[in-house]
């Protein structure tokens, strides 16, 4: 299992606190560091710049909304950040939620039938084919995106629940799950993805896992502060879902790693024996935890 970063755009003070993120991340050895979309800095601008200030350490959006991108303006994007890169882009992309996309005015009734259309667009598209798609949602007629000699970057999905799981194990090449823990991904999110990915020839998918972490002497105040800080997932359906999967009435406090040394790598190794196959830490240190403390125990891990 590889382990990598979480960027923390929101709140950075300026795009220099951005991009710094990722030169760390390439120095202190981890395999890779991925940038949410959250109404702040542009993560694929964000990982071009990036792309010139590091040299091998893969970078990943976790996860980019499909809604307000037409699937050719995103290939169009993603290829020529692909080429800032250097080849080392991952694109992960969602369907975000109801209630954030309707601020935006967007019709959230069919949302499986929207990836489904979506992916059918993004993928031929990001190979540099021409799409003729006539859709419910996506009308697309002789579309193509022309950036030479780049190879298209790997497509997650955020998919949670077992339609998008199905859905994508047939049309992408893995998923990237958000506050799930090991029983959810073991017991539903690998064996659903697998199995489509099977059943369609696909290679295993790429399962990665994103959670906050924290290595601490005082897990019980940290993880009540993580409750609070995290709340807002426990009260979004599909985080709701995915938690209550996990085990009833499970907070995002329950499956954040907090705890010390011992505690956390044993966390982890429940997650890679749950199937996960690269770990996103979003290193969390609330005022009077040193971070340093989580870096070194991940960092040693990552090795």
């Keep these: 299992m590889k382990i990598g970063l979480m960027i923390a755009s929101a709140g950075a003070q300026n795009l220099d606190a951005v991009l710094s993120q990722f030169e760390q991340a390439e ?3 981890f395999a890779s560091a991925w940038i949410p979309s959250v109404r702040g800095y542009d993560a694929l601008t964000a990982i071009a710049l ?3 200030l590091t040299s091998t350490i893969e970078l990943a959006t976790f996860v980019i909304p499909t809604y307000p991108r037409h699937p050719s303006a995103l290939a169009e994007q993603a290829l020529t950040t692909q080429a800032a890169t250097g080849g080392r882009l991952t694109l992960g ?3 975000s939620h109801r209630v954030s996309m309707a601020r935006l005015g967007f019709d959230w009734d069919h ?4 990836l489904r259309e979506y992916l059918s667009c993004l993928t031929p598209l990001l190979r540099g084919e021409s799409v003729t798609f006539a859709g419910e949602e996506l009308t697309l007629n002789e579309a193509q995106v022309t950036v030479p000699d780049v190879p298209p970057p790997s497509v997650l999905v955020a998919a949670l629940g077992p ?3 199905r859905l994508t194990g047939r049309l992408a090449d893995g998923t990237a799950i958000w506050m799930g823990g090991p029983r959810y991904i073991a017991e539903h999110a690998v064996p659903t993805i697998t199995a489509a990915a099977k059943e369609a020839g696909r290679p295993a998918p790429r399962i990665v896992a994103g959670l906050p972490i924290c290595v601490t002497s005082n897990a019980d105040a940290v993880r009540e502060r ?3 800080a995290f709340g ?3 009260e979004l359906p599909s985080y709701r879902a995915i938690l209550d999967r996990q085990e009833a009435g499970a907070s995002p406090g329950d499956v954040a790693l907090i705890g010390d040394e011992a505690t956390v790598q044993a966390g982890i190794d429940e997650l890679r024996a749950a199937g996960v196959t690269d770990l996103i830490a979003s290193v969390y240190a609330p005022r009077g935890e040193d971070p340093e403390r989580t870096y070194a125990l991940l960092k040693f891990l990552a090795m």
């Design 27 to 29: 120095a202190r050895g």
């Design 50 to 52: 990036a792309g010139r």
């Design 93 to 95: 992309i969602g369907l």
């Design 111 to 114: 949302p499986v039938r929207h």
């Design 163 to 165: 339609q998008l799981l």
């Design 226 to 228: 993580a409750n609070r």
């Design 232 to 234: 807002r997932y426990g």
